[in-house]
T-cell receptor, first 115, second 113 residues
Framework: DTGVSQDPRHKITKRGQNVTFRCDPISEHNRLYWYRQTLGQGPEFLTYFQNEAQLEKSRLLSDRFSAERPKGSFSTLEIQRTEQGDSAMYLC?????????????FGEGSWLTVV | AQSVTQLDSQVPVFEEAPVELRCNYSSSVSVYLFWYVQYPNQGLQLLLK??????LVKGINGFEAEFNKSQTSFHLRKPSVHISDTAEYFC???????????FGTGTQLKVEL
């Protein structure tokens, strides 16, 4: 158990609807990451927070995607006007930022299916 | 920019046989290397990591990996696999000073009786 929890674990939505995923890391994780993983592929970086500041965003994060970490604890990832291509597993990960080699611990992921 | 190549998409192996999963990376700066395992419908679990020091790194579940700077490789090995090792294995790299992990495409290890 990495201590990183994600909710919901599974979400089926109709194309065009908005969805929101939540991630709760442990309190020591001042760093928080979102990744996306499609079938047969490795996880792809989406965005990174240090405390409440969003410090890096991937080009994969289109303007339909928005992530927040308002108090430096939990984080949300919202996808607006979902498309079938958004179907994937969305992984959240936390890290304690101890040096550049800090280890990243992943949650169980949130599966999104857009129909 | 860094990248990771996992040369084998699938590796079938019989139970109790040894296995090696290959990983090569590309980076112009110093790197930190990781192996993660993913069981069906689950998140990623850290197996082991190389940050510095000894190039032979031991991890959980009897796995080990060796960092080879000259060959830019970080191959994962286990001397005797078990059915429960059947899973997807991902190699990942992080540069010194960088914030994110870059993953390979994964290797599906299938252990057969």
């Amino acid at each position: 158990d990495t201590g990183v929890s994600q909710d919901p674990r599974h979400k089926i939505t109709k194309r065009g609807q908005n969805v929101t995923f939540r991630c709760d890391p442990i309190s020591e994780h001042n760093r928080l990451y979102w990744y996306r993983q499609t079938l047969g592929q490795g996880p792809e970086f989406l965005t990174y927070f240090q405390n409440e500041a969003q410090l890096e965003k991937s080009r994969l994060l289109s303007d339909r995607f928005s992530a927040e970490r308002p108090k430096g604890s939990f984080s949300t990832l919202e996808i607006q006007r979902t498309e079938q291509g958004d179907s994937a597993m969305y992984l959240c990960a936390g890290g304690d930022g101890q040096g550049s080699g800090n280890t990243i611990y992943f949650g169980e992921g949130s599966w999104l299916t857009v129909v | 920019a860094q990248s990771v190549t996992q040369l084998d998409s699938q590796v079938p192996v019989f139970e109790e046989a040894p296995v090696e999963l290959r990983c090569n990376y590309s980076s112009s700066v110093s790197v930190y290397l990781f192996w993660y395992v993913q069981y069906p419908n689950q998140g990623l679990q850290l197996l082991l990591k190389y940050l510095s020091g000894s190039t032979l790194v031991k991890g959980i579940n009897g796995f080990e990996a060796e960092f080879n700077k000259s060959q830019t490789s970080f191959h994962l090995r286990k001397p005797s696999v078990h059915i429960s090792d059947t899973a997807e294995y991902f190699c990942a790299v992080k540069t010194g000073g960088g914030n994110k992990l870059t993953f390979g495409t994964g290797t599906q290890l299938k252990v057969e009786l």
